[in-house]
């Protein structure tokens, strides 16, 4: 679930500043920029469903959070012209509140579940016989003499969103139509999301200092949309509004995000498995004790970013560092550990 968080490199937290994040989303398959391979296909599935006046079939998108999937089924409703209703797998706790959601849909309309492997059993299997034959079957009753009543709905396109497809059951995962499996932004993308957002909060910033911010992004466009308003804010009071390469790196140094996306919380945490630790292996709950933090804010934010990044591997007895973590942070690693690490290049 969404939580609040000031952490500017935290993909999951929505500040307040979401408000003018909704102002920044590409209303638009021919706005959205990256993910060339979804938007293609996404685009053809909604064209032919145009072609034959039916409603498009039910979406998938799976991917880390920050990606774009809420963005994508802004998108769809709008390409297609459908109004949009959204809740979430968490807020769907009783069969009962997803029959009301569905019986009040409109024809044709766009329901978008996130966090669909949220969802109770009971709900989920209603789930199953709306998408497939746009029926729920309500019980009417209790116990003994508790009924079923078939009650019709409208025929919707369920646009379900999830950080994990690996989570859903098959049965539901089988009855989407399409699934959009959203990667991490390449450098380029990154670097045209900034400057679209930039041109749309009225910043004026060249390629290179898009480039600047890109590059710390970690692959995200919602990281990259709020280093960005760090950045105008920064330049708005100390470099009368103008955004350069040196005011932008000189930005996100005072946010504490160095140049490759890492923010004080990965620092303390590499900082740890190599110096408090030696290198590793030292367990989850340990590191997070030794860092100060949440042990899900070590796994959720800190961890992947390191792992995909190459300065730390999960090993069956725990987080070990990689010698890129020790020269990361200016290290040389410790001579009883090198040999661990004639496979890589050190
Ligand atoms: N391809 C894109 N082009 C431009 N901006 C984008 C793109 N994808 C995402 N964004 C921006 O990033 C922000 C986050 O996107 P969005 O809320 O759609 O992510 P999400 O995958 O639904 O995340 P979560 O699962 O955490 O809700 C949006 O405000 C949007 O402005």
Not at 10 to 32: K, N, Q, S, Y
Not at 193 to 204: E, H, N, Q, T
Not at 225 to 235: E, G, I, K, P, S
Not at 306 to 325: D, E, H, S, Y
Request: charged share 25%; aromatic share 6%.
């Amino acid at each position: 679930m969404a939580k609040l968080s000031d952490d500017p490199l935290d993909p999951h937290a929505h500040t307040d500043d979401h408000v003018v994040d909704g102002a920044l989303r590409p209303p638009t398959l021919a706005e959205f920029r990256g993910q060339p391979r979804v938007a293609e296909q996404l685009g053809l599935v909604l064209a032919a469903a145009q072609h034959r006046g039916a409603v498009p079939d039910h979406v998938l998108l799976s991917g880390p959070p920050g990606l774009g999937k809420t963005t994508l089924a802004m998108i769809i409703a709008n390409e297609v012209g459908a109004p949009l209703r959204i809740s979430s797998g968490p807020a769907i706790q009783h069969a009962g509140d997803l029959a009301a959601i569905l019986s009040g849909l409109a024809e044709g309309e766009v329901f978008f579940l996130d966090e669909i492997h949220r969802m109770s059993r009971p709900a989920e299997e209603m789930l199953y016989l709306a998408m497939e034959d746009f029926r729920v079957d309500v019980i009417v009753g209790k116990g003994p003499g508790a009924t079923e009543i078939p009650l019709e709905i409208p025929r919707f396109t369920l646009v379900g969103a999830t950080t994990r497809a690996g989570l859903l059951p098959g049965p539901l995962r089988d009855r989407f139509g399409f699934t959009g499996q959203l990667d991490y932004y390449d450098a380029a993308d990154l670097v045209g999301i900034v400057r679209r957002s930039a041109a749309l909060l009225g910043v004026d910033v060249d390629g290179t200092s898009a480039e600047v911010i890109a590059s710390r992004s970690r692959g995200t466009p919602r990281i990259a949309n709020r280093l960005l308003r760090r950045v105008r804010d920064y330049a708005l009071v100390k470099a009368s509004g103008r955004v350069t390469p040196s005011v932008a790196a000189a930005a996100l140094e005072l946010y504490e995000v160095d140049e490759l996306g890492l923010d004080r919380l990965d620092r303390a945490v590499l900082e740890a498995v190599c110096v408090r630790f030696g290198g590793g292996p030292v367990g989850l709950s340990t590191l997070a004790m030794s860092v100060g933090e949440e042990t899900e804010t070590v796994e959720e934010v800190a961890e992947p970013y390191l792992i995909r990044q190459g300065f730390l591997m999960r090993t069956p007895r725990g987080r070990v560092a990689t010698p890129r973590a020790w020269r990361h942070l200016g290290l040389s690693i410790p001579p009883g550990r090198a040999d661990l690490f004639t496979d890589f290049d050190a």
